[in-house]
């Protein structure tokens, strides 16, 4: 192996080696070494805030649906009254407080 | 040189192997440092793999024929491109570029996510131990870096292989089949940390539909290649190789849909970890194929030793990804079920049911030789006719539903609603099939439906646009608002495209094989052949041999080809130039081959008329325009996730 | 519905796929069987793919009525089997002396008659471990 070739394996092989040790480096006494990872609570959160845009999501699908008329307006009627109410059960199970405001405009109208 | 290359690749494996070993040990114990440390490792791999590349690259840029790899591949006299894309051309070479696209992908899927939560933790070990299996391979199985004294001159490149698709089609299939492990990755560290949220399915969208038009795309080429290239006047053979990467597109495609279901209603869970799963262990499986020559194909045939290590990689993905889905079953109990089966999230599930049943059908086809020879002694292999069958009976249905899915709501569609917005797309399907039968097309049955469910779908898709821009006001806006619907729109058109496209290529195209002496013509389609003269010229690195035919329709002069044989004299082999007149009248192609040129002059000519041919490339393009369009970044969208996520780390 | 009928569609889909495979099997044959020269003998009359290497330099014309001829030998070890083959039909660029083959046809008399046009020639291989060419 010519020379060039030795000097620059050995500068990526101490690249590589700098490169893995680098957070040790950089913190060689830290005050917390845990992997960050969600509370119990901010797992039931999380999936609260799933099964929140899911449901909003679905019914601005089924407003889009309508409008451009694929959904007839019987069919909205029947099913616009059922999702209204699982988006504000998810809102309200996210967010006690905002429950009164969201239930109102959940009522059929 | 060649020993920093092998440097290089030693760091690579050391690295990746690190990440999987400390990356399961943070993960598992929970430290945030070494969790970094296993990140930066894949990074690092990434930049040791670059090097060896960079290696090979010069060494056949130069033809450093002391290399064993550049000199079995290039010659002295082959021109630059086509010695840059012996990086691919060769079993040690091609293993290396998929090392190059999987640590690439690997660094920027980590870069992306790079804040060190628990996901990521079990997404980095997960990544290496992919990693590591190539790397293992590469250095102490199949290394390119083997060095021998210089032969005079190389071996040289199969003149087949000397074209411009050479340069293209397989890093956009490595691009295709490397680019789904990111997702199996990211589910399987979902498993590994006992995720119950969507988290990995947001952040390998894009990866998954990347990567399936990459491989759709390389398809393509690949196809085209063949057509244009090995010229024998078809696109698609059902040869093992092409299968290979044909089945992983499938269950990708079925892939694709069904997490739409799990986003969206949050079914499906344990279905879609599994066709993750089935997706990556394909397009490995589909490597081996491709390598191990363990299956008769035109492609390959010799017995390596690798086949036997890529087989034991698979059934080690195979047990791991079998058992962590096992293992996490009751994470994985959905709560909401399928209301109906006439709902949206029924027709992803026959459609899904579809295509993983033609994916499975063709890996039977694939494997039969292999375990007829192991039940019976004897090696019995299928052929067109099988995959033809199959092919009709589940893609025909397919392509229907591609039309019905989108007209369906989700939940549960009540039969009239679905009566009514079925009736301009059933009647445009209908008026096609009358159409078609009154004017003779009837000849071919799968043909026939091929063409009247297309009219159903273009219908549907139509529909679809003209309604939602009737609703919104503008395309643009009604596009730009609704990126991955209407862009999973065009895809469709683009498969419509596609379907079209093999049938009327297939189904209804005329074939005639005549023995002309100069002056003398055939007839094919409507279109007359009248066989001039032979010329002949000398390229850079082949003699060409060419005949004239003058190409008529009625009495007027349509064009005039050219197809002949080309001599490659350093590799002492004879290559087909087919000529090929593309028809605007019929979308379609006019294919001529010179099957034989004696020394007499006599031309043994034979000619493919393809209808509508052309829309298979066609779809290519459309493929793409339509990923874009869904692939495109949508700053609402972006922030309602990080909003989502933000309490919650990676 | 109580219980999701998404189990039963799929679990009657699978059954359908299947008997649609097993119905196809069943009509259309189990497929072609792979011989090589060496055990062609024993397959005389049946429509078989025979799988070999090309021994002697091919003689005539695929075009003409006559066909042409070659020898094929067995791939991998040294069996002293050698089977002539008449062929008509369009000849791959690859074939030649030394490449190895696949035809499909049936033994006729001693000599085998090839179907016309599947003759298939596999490429030289670009992924093998052996450092020759050609």
């Known amino acids: ?109 | 040189m060649a020993g920093l290359g092998r440097a290089a690749l030693l760091l690579t494996f050391g690295l990746v192997a690190y990440a999987l070993v400390a990356g399961s040990l943070a993960a598992w114990r929970r430290r945030r440092r070494l969790a970094l440390s296993a990140q930066n490792a894949i990074l690092a791999s990434f930049a040791t793999t670059l090097v060896a590349s960079g290696v090979l690259v010069v060494a056949l840029a130069r033809r450093d024929l002391s290399f064993v790899y550049v000199a079995q591949h290039t010659s002295r006299s082959l021109p630059l491109g086509y010695a840059l894309s012996a990086f691919w051309g060769g079993q040690e070479g091609s293993l290396l570029l998929w090392l190059l696209v999987l640590t690439g992908y690997s660094s920027l899927a980590v870069w992306l996510n790079r804040r060190s939560g628990e996901l990521l933790a079990w997404t980095v070990p997960v990544l290496g131990g992919v990693a590591i299996f190539f790397a293992l391979m590469l250095c102490f199985v199949s290394s390119p870096f083997a060095t021998a004294p210089a032969p005079a001159d190389g071996a040289g490149m199969v003149p087949s292989l000397q074209n411009p698709y050479m340069l293209a089609h397989p890093p956009m299939l490595y691009l295709g089949y490397v680019g789904l492990t990111i997702p199996f990755a990211f589910a399987m560290g979902a498993l590994l940390s006992k995720r119950t949220d969507e988290r990995w399915i947001v952040l390998t969208r894009r990866w998954t539909l990347a990567a399936w038009t990459f491989l759709g795309v390389g398809q393509l080429l690949g196809a085209h290649w063949a057509y244009v290239e090995i010229g024998w006047g078809g696109y698609y053979a059902w040869d093992p190789v092409e299968n290979a990467a044909l089945m992983p597109w499938l269950a990708a495609t079925a892939f694709l849909h069904s997490v739409m279901i799990q986003e969206k209603r949050g079914m499906l869970k344990v279905w879609n970890m599994a066709l993750v799963a089935l997706a990556f262990g394909l397009s490995i499986f589909g490597t081996f194929l491709t390598r191990s020559g363990v299956v008769n194909s035109i492609h390959s045939f010799s017995q390596s030793p690798l086949g036997g290590w890529f087989l034991g990689f698979i059934v080690v993905i195979a047990i791991f990804s079998v058992g962590l889905i096992y293992l996490r079953l009751p994470l994985l109990r959905a709560r909401t079920k399928l209301e109906s089966l006439v709902s949206r999230e029924a027709t992803f599930l026959y459609n899904n049911l579809l295509l993983v049943a033609l994916a499975l059908t063709i890996l039977w086809g694939v494997v039969y030789p292999l375990l007829t020879q192991a039940v019976n002694g004897e090696t019995r292999s299928v052929s067109k006719p099988y995959y033809d069958f199959f092919l009709h009976t589940f893609g025909l249905p397919l392509l229907l539903l591609m039309g019905i899915g989108p007209l369906v709501a989700w939940r549960r569609a009540s039969l009239r609603a679905l009566g009514r917005t079925f009736v301009v797309p059933a009647v445009a399907a209908v008026a096609t099939g009358v159409a078609l039968i009154a004017t003779g097309f009837g000849s071919s049955t799968p043909g026939l439906l091929a063409y009247t469910f297309s009219a159903f779908v273009a219908a549907s898709i139509v529909l679809e646009f003209v309604r939602g821009r009737r609703a919104t006001g503008s395309l643009l806006r009604l596009v730009a608002r609704n990126r991955r619907r209407y862009g999973g729109y065009v895809v469709h058109a683009a498969v419509l495209s596609l379907a079209i496209g093999v049938a009327g290529s297939s189904a209804y195209q005329t074939v005639r094989e005549q023995a002309l002496r100069p002056g003398q013509s055939m007839e094919a389609a409507g279109y007359t052949f009248t066989y001039g003269a032979l010329s002949t010229r000398q390229l850079q690195n082949s003699q060409e041999t060419s005949a004239t035919v003058l190409v008529s329709r009625g009495r007027s002069h349509v064009t005039t080809l050219h197809p002949g044989k080309s001599f490659y004299p350093v590799e002492q082999s004879l290559s087909n130039d087919v000529s090929i007149y593309h028809d605007p009248r019929s979308l379609g192609d006019v294919y001529t081959i010179a099957d034989g040129i004696s020394k007499n002059g006599t031309l043994q000519l034979k000619v493919l008329v393809k209808p509508l041919v052309n829309l298979v490339w066609l779809a290519g393009l459309i493929f793409v325009v339509g990923s874009v369009v869904a692939l495109w970044p949508d700053a609402v969208e972006q922030r309602r996730l990080d909003e989502r996520y933000a309490a919650v780390p990676v | ?134």
């Open chain 3, 1 to 134: 519905m109580k219980r999701s009928p998404a189990r039963l569609v799929i679990a009657l889909s699978v059954a359908a796929a299947l008997a649609v495979f097993i119905l196809y099997t069943s009509i259309a044959g189990a497929g072609t069987p792979q011989i090589e020269p060496s055990t062609l003998a024993q397959h005389a009359g049946q429509d078989v793919q025979l799988v070999g290497t090309v021994v002697s330099k091919p003689a005539g014309d695929a075009h003409s009525a006559a066909g042409m001829r070659f020898t094929l030998k067995d791939d991998h070890g040294t069996k002293a089997a050698r089977v002539p083959v008449v062929y008509t039909g369009s000849v791959p660029d690859l074939f030649r002396q030394g490449r190895q083959v696949v035809v499909e046809g049936t033994l006729r008399d001693g000599t085998f008659v090839a179907k016309p046009g599947s003759l298939i020639t596999k490429c030289p291989s670009k992924y093998s471990p052996a450092k020759s060419n050609t």
């Open chain 1, 1 to 109: 192996m010519t020379t060039l070739a030795l000097a620059l394996g050995a500068a990526l092989a101490l690249a590589a080696v700098l490169a893995v040790a680098r957070p040790f480096l950089r913190e060689p006494a830290p005050a917390s070494d845990a992997l960050a990872e969600p509370t119990e609570l901010e797992r039931r959160r999380l999936t609260l805030a799933e099964e929140r845009d899911r449901a909003l999501a679905a019914l601005k699908e089924l407003e889009f649906d309508h409008r451009t008329g694929k959904v007839s307006d019987e069919d909205y009627r029947r099913l616009v009254g059922p999702l209204r109410r699982s988006a504000a059960d998810a809102l309200r199970a996210l967010e006690p407080r905002a429950e009164a405001r969201h239930v109102h405009a959940a009522r059929p109208g």
